[in-house]
């Protein structure tokens, strides 16, 4: 009798423990791992799936086939600290400033970043490779699990053994090591953050010299020709305001691009940073495969900003034209159903929706001091009645380089003014109609009121009106910033 008491008692416990394991399992399933890939000056038509011609991206491509590709991605500020900053707090600049004001990232939006709200939902979160943010001890410690930190300068890095290896192939050595160190009944977040495709901005020499790519990459693209960027009619540079012929834009221009040579030396080696990024991304698939995490992984891939490759006749970023803005933006959920694999999305996607959005996919609700919001139900393939037709972009931290500037970016018009002498005094504004202007070439504030349609007036009326409102649902304006 008392052997059938303690058999019926075990029996009990088998059926419990059988029952909290499945409970666990489908627990694990309904919080996904989420892997972010972050390039840096990687412009959106840079990839295979996007239609470029040349560039061969075929594991970044294969997410976008089996997942979701935004066609209209921005950034808010182009440029890389600020758009990291704007990453991981899910603000516009103009809330966080950092690198406006000299301290390190907010330690309140710190609080509210993906990495401390995951972590305080008992995910494993790491930050590998670039981060070009200051951030507190104290911040820090709530954030990240595992933080390893590397930049260029220079891109080989020397090894153990004596060998030097390239920093985006390290990046994927140290992605791998953070997945086999994951604990089976834990979720993760992992941000990889590469300095490729950026130039090595204190070597110019064309080719391997500014672009360094890795070993595993040598060779590609040797007997292609690229083709020439399509705005680079000398006419369109010297249509530019004075304020940007002298700019950090130009300067850079005469590093990389201004001899057919070196054009087509600098962008072999470009693409195949971009393409040695790419081989990466396929290692992790792979071995998120062998460790049987495939089927639970959200891979998002995307980047700081976009890049000037020649075009207008500049070079970098930092700017309000779409070559600065737009960035690719992939994320492939392997929870998807076959009807939502493959789409395209033409919804405006900021790189400030992405904190909410890895919120929202690990089933917490998204702070409410972010400034952008979930993609989630754009990804699943419902588009919200009340999705966003334009944003804030701006550029606050650096008025050396470029002036200060504002505008804002919608469906048929681009606008933005610059702060070229002080936030006091009257600024230099652009206006560009996108239906009929898509390059944005005509700049519609420069003529006079009178030679302006009935259209335009208005059109520029309304942007100054919005770029205000957004301005003061964010943080201060340029006349409280200060400064030039």
């Not at 066609?71 to 990291?84: D, G, L």
């Not at 985006?168 to 140290?174: F, H």
């Not at 699943?380 to 009340?386: E, F, H, R, S, W």
Request: negative net charge; aromatic residues 10%; proline residues 7%.
């Amino acid at each position: 009798m008392k052997a059938l008491s303690v058999l019926v008692v075990l029996a009990a416990f088998t059926a419990l423990f059988a029952m909290l394991s499945t409970q666990s399992a489908l627990a694990s399933k309904s919080r996904p791992n989420i892997l972010l890939l972050f390039a840096d000056d990687q412009r959106n038509h840079t990839l295979g799936c996007a239609g470029h011609p040349i560039v061969e991206t075929p594991n970044i491509d294969q997410l976008a086939v089996a997942g979701v590709r935004f066609e209209n991605a921005f950034v808010t500020t182009s440029t890389c600290w600020s758009s990291r900053a704007c990453l991981f707090t899910g603000c516009y600049e103009r809330k966080h400033l950092y690198n406006v004001r000299p301290r390190p990232l907010d330690p309140e939006l710190c609080t509210s970043s993906y990495f401390a709200v995951l972590k305080a939902a008992g995910y494993r979160t790491g930050h590998l490779g670039k981060e070009h943010v200051a951030i507190a001890k104290d911040s820090a410690r709530a954030m990240f699990d595992v933080r390893r930190r590397l930049g260029r300068n220079p891109y080989f890095q020397p090894q153990p053994d004596g060998t030097k290896r390239h920093e985006t192939q390290v990046l994927g050595d140290w992605g791998i090591e953070f997945l086999k160190d994951q604990p089976t009944d834990q979720p993760f977040c992992l941000t990889i953050s590469f300095n490729a495709s950026h130039a090595e901005d204190g070597d110019r020499r064309p080719g391997v010299g500014h672009y360094p790519w890795p070993k595993v990459t040598d060779g590609m693209y040797e007997d292609q020709q690229m083709p020439l960027p399509r705005l680079n009619d000398p006419a369109i540079y010297a249509s530019q305001p004075q304020f940007l012929k002298d700019s950090i834009n130009r300067q850079r221009y005469f590093w990389r691009w201004d001899t057919p040579e070196k054009y087509q030396t600098n962008m072999r080696a470009y693409f195949r940073m971009i393409s040695g990024i790419d081989h990466v991304v396929g290692r992790l698939v792979e071995q998120l495969k062998k460790q049987g995490l495939a089927d639970n992984t959200v891979i998002i891939y995307t980047a700081d900003n976009g890049y000037y490759l020649g075009d207008r006749g500049f070079a970098g970023k930092w700017t309000h034209y779409d070559e600065s803005l737009r960035v690719p933006l992939v994320v492939y959920d392997p929870r998807l159903s076959e009807e939502a694999r493959g789409k395209v999305c033409s919804e405006m996607a900021l790189n400030i929706d992405l904190a909410s959005t890895m919120i929202d996919l690990a089933g917490e609700a998204p702070p409410a001091n972010h400034s952008g919001r979930s993609l989630v139900p754009l990804i699943q393939g419902t588009a919200p009645a009340d999705w966003r037709t334009d944003f804030l972009c701006e550029f606050l931290a650096v008025p050396k380089t470029i002036p200060r500037w504002e505008g804002v970016r919608d469906t048929e018009w681009s606008y933005a003014r610059y702060y070229v002498d002080g936030p006091d005094q009257p600024p230099f504004e652009f206006l560009h109609s996108l239906e009929e202007d898509p390059d944005q070439l005509a700049n519609i504030a420069s003529t006079s009121a009178d030679q302006q349609s009935d259209v335009q007036r208005e059109a520029l009326a309304a942007m100054r009106e919005r770029c205000d409102e957004l301005v003061a649902g964010q943080g201060p304006s340029m006349s409280e910033l200060g400064g030039r």
